[in-house]
């Protein structure tokens, strides 16, 4: 008998949602619940579906379900959503795999690869199938940035199975990440000029100082925390205020930059960092819990403190 009251947990919606997603859509697919692992330690539960003649078997996450589930929304609701997903998801298999096959070339990703930053501490369960390298403490990965007409911006971390198939040396791959941080459009931006960007302008008093609060990121706004990466662009910064730089990691996506004026040090960017990650930001997206620091005379980018 189906359950049709509020009272299921999470474990039984899953196997609940699994069965009857299996039975609306035949025995043409198989699916199956699989848990997937994010940034920081993160586990998201999903249902897999595949058939023989797919490349790609698409995940669907559960959580939002159980979420629409609890509060309300019929279950068959839910099943029935997640088979339109899948549905809908068929008509776009050909150009997913057409994708799929060309990333396998090294002469077709290598454009389009890119260093990004991730926490090591608390993902070395996800680091152990990525190609990394330490980065002060926090792991430097790779991801091809891509461009989906129906999906826009789509990102594939580059794992070391990806490695193997291109044939290549992580070294050659580290190279050639950090040529292309020249076209990615890592740029910083002045807390008058976000705010702008954001229609907010008229919330800014007009002697506000522009070098007191910028922000890091690049064009698409995507793993732009590792324009710190970029010294180069840093030092011009710093010289243009003539002074170090405190670098607080805002999300995984950008960096916060606040010249050293000795007002605050980097216990207390800490603490304000850590509030932030707790409250503001998605737990797969934090990057740091304290603060960096650009030493404009020695040219490097080092732990605050």
């Known amino acids: 008998m189906e359950k049709t009251d509020l009272t299921m947990d999470f474990e039984t919606f899953i196997e609940f949602m699994r069965e009857k997603v299996q039975i609306c859509l035949g025995a043409r697919v198989s699916v199956a619940h699989k848990t997937v692992l994010k940034g920081n330690r993160m586990k998201l539960h999903a249902l897999q579906i595949s058939q023989d003649t797919m490349i790609l078997c698409p995940v669907i996450y559960l959580e939002r379900y159980y979420g629409d589930y609890k509060e309300g929304k019929p279950v068959a609701a839910c099943v029935k959503e997640v088979c339109d997903v899948f549905m809908n998801n068929q008509f776009e ?146 010289e243009k205020v003539k002074k170090n730089l405190f670098l607080l990691p805002s999300s995984i996506h950008e960096m916060i930059i606040i010249p050293d004026d000795g007002k605050m040090n980097a216990q207390e960017y800490a603490e304000m960092i850590t509030d932030v990650n707790g409250t503001m930001i998605r737990k797969e997206e934090c990057l740091a819990d304290h603060a960096y620091y650009f030493d404009r005379e020695k040219g490097e980018v080092r732990m605050a403190g």
């Open 93 to 238: 298999q050909q150009e997913a795999e057409a994708l799929v096959e060309s990333i396998k070339s090294w002469e077709m990703s290598r454009r389009v690869v890119h260093p990004i930053l991730l926490p090591y501490e608390g993902n070395e369960e996800l680091l152990e199938n990525l190609v990394h390298r330490k980065y002060l403490d926090l792991a430097l990965c790779y991801s091809l940035c891509l461009e989906h007409e129906t999906n826009g911006n789509m990102t594939v971390r580059v794992s070391r199975g990806l490695l193997e198939t291109w044939g290549i040396s992580e070294e050659e791959l580290y190279a050639q990440a950090f040529d292309n941080m020249k076209y990615a459009g890592y740029h910083i931006m002045s807390i008058r000029e976000v705010l702008s960007n954001m229609g907010m302008s008229c919330c800014l008093e007009e002697e506000i100082d522009d070098c007191s609060f910028s922000v890091l990121t690049n064009r698409r706004k995507l793993y732009g925390a590792a324009g710190i990466l970029n010294t180069d662009l840093l030092e011009a910064f710093s």
